[in-house]
């Protein structure tokens, strides 16, 4: 069975890139490095050129640098598989993780072990947390990715089962459920996806005290996710439902809370407050207590509880408006029938 490979990096230029890249140019230079490498620079055409990216001289022959036009790590990943050539397996990477010394031998043996009808074989992503104190609220939100069933941080795909499910769906334009999406249409196909020995480490990267607030974008794909797999997709995909129903009561108490007071009903307006109040206060000290407890870190976290449920709710409503329309992307093809599916439209991607 060949285990010839293609390694694809989805990348905006990060300095994590130079990392990434160097460890897998060591990791692999016992003979077991990849076919090609493909650098897929996402940044968007209004930003002006790419500039150039760093590659270790040992990976040089091998790689490749295409635009990507800003559409996001799902369109991204499909560019990249594209300009991988017909390679039979594609190894998708982050640009800020770093595969172990061993990544290469423990991947061919992965790949060579893969059943018939195995589409993707996972790594193990080990998330180091600060030694001497308690992570913080970001910090545990990253080691999370350590536990998550279908990362993409590092994962290999069987071209012909990506083929078979069109590839990465390209609604998903932020790094966040479009993971999910495709494992879901894979096993609905027939195929399995499948645990592997290598490992890698995905370092907590740098981020200010709004990251909190940013991600709850990630709410808007929810929505999505429920308009393709229907509203079981949490319990099939083993995704946390997190406290969207929390942040949605708590904003209502708010609203009313305003609405109460302008229209003159001070005692309802009191109540509802209150409501408020305690629901911010309750969300604000779960995040406190098993973190750092520093002056920046308890700063941080009263002051992001109150943002973050009306910005979440935000994002809700306006994930049922842009995907109202939305509509699952064509049957995955069975793995015994994927091959003819493959020969007959090679070029089908699913796009916005």
Request: some cysteine; glycine content about 8%; hydrophobic content about 45%.
């Amino acid at each position: 069975m060949t285990t010839a490979y293609a390694v694809v990096v989805p990348t905006l230029g990060r300095p994590s890139l130079r990392a990434c890249l160097d460890a897998l140019a060591a990791a692999t230079a016992d003979g077991t490095g990849p076919s090609v490498v493909v650098l897929v620079h996402d940044r968007a055409p209004a930003a002006g050129p790419p500039p150039a990216l760093y590659v270790p001289p040992a990976l040089r022959p091998l790689t490749t640098v295409v635009a990507g036009g800003g559409r996001g790590p799902a369109a991204a990943r499909n560019t990249g598989t594209r300009a991988a050539g017909a390679v039979p397996w594609v190894v998708f990477l982050d640009d800020d993780v770093v595969p172990g010394p061993t990544w290469g031998r423990d991947l061919a043996r992965d790949l060579a072990s893969a059943a018939r009808d195995t589409a993707a074989v996972t790594a193990r992503v080990d998330v180091p947390l600060p030694a001497g104190r308690r992570p913080t609220d970001w910090e545990r939100n990253t080691a999370g990715l350590a536990t998550a069933r279908w990362i993409t941080a590092d994962m290999a795909f069987r071209r012909e089962a990506l083929e078979a499910a069109g590839g990465f769906d390209e609604r998903f334009r932020r790094a966040f459920r479009e993971d999910a999406d495709l494992a879901l249409r894979l096993l609905d196909g027939g195929w399995t996806l499948a645990p592997g020995t290598r490992r890698t480490t995905h370092p907590v990267r740098p981020a200010d005290r709004w990251v909190s607030v940013r991600v709850q974008a990630g709410n808007a794909d929810d929505v999505l996710m429920s308009r393709l797999h229907g509203p079981d997709w949490w319990a099939r995909a083993a995704a946390p439902r997190g406290r969207l129903p929390r942040h949605l009561a708590v904003t209502a108490a708010a609203a009313a809370a305003a609405g109460c007071a302008l229209a003159g009903r001070g005692r309802t307006a009191a109540v509802c407050a209150t409501g408020w109040l305690a629901g911010t206060a309750e969300f604000a000290a779960a995040r406190i207590a098993p973190g750092p407890r520093t002056r920046s870190e308890v700063a941080t976290m009263a002051v992001t509880s109150v943002l973050i449920p009306p910005v979440a709710a935000w994002h809700w409503l306006r994930g049922h408006l842009v995907h109202r329309a939305a509509r699952p992307a064509r049957p995955t093809d069975p793995p015994h029938a994927a091959a003819a599916a493959a020969k007959q439209d090679r070029s089908a991607w699913v796009r916005s």
